[in-house]
Nanobody, 115 residues
Framework: QVQLVESGGGLVQPGGSLRLSCAAS????????MGWYRQAPGKPREWVAT???????NYADSVKGRFTISRDNAKNTVYLQMNSLKPEDTAVYYC?????????WGQGTQVTVSS
């Protein structure tokens, strides 16, 4: 089992920045990547970014150039630096960690972009 705990969400004005964190614990050697998804009210959950183990980052077109995913292996933590935030970035952001047999999710953290 892997546990994922997100933090760092909040209210920010358009054009502002936030950094989300996701701390992993448990059987972390079983996971093959870490990433972020988000879900806006009334919409399906959508993929945001992924950082595979030993691989290169991938981003959804809607966040490319504005968001950066990174990882601190010593802390078993993945980050999502979000810059130039827009109202349409408002959503609950979920940390995701797939393994070979299952997929783990955090509890989510709310990000609201509003003036």
């Amino acid at each position: 089992q892997v546990q994922l705990v997100e933090s760092g969400g909040g209210l920010v004005q358009p054009g502002g920045s936030l950094r989300l964190s996701c701390a992993a614990s448990g059987d972390i050697f079983s996971i093959s990547a870490m990433g972020w998804y988000r879900q806006a009210p009334g919409k399906p959950r959508e993929w945001v970014a992924t950082l595979p183990n030993g691989g290169s980052t991938n981003y959804a077109d809607s966040v490319k150039g504005r968001f950066t995913i990174s990882r601190d292996n010593a802390k078993n933590t993945v980050y999502l630096q979000m810059n130039s935030l827009k109202p349409e970035d408002t959503a609950v952001y979920y940390c995701n960690a797939p393994s070979f047999t299952t997929e783990y999710w955090g509890q989510g953290t709310q990000v609201t972009v509003s003036s």
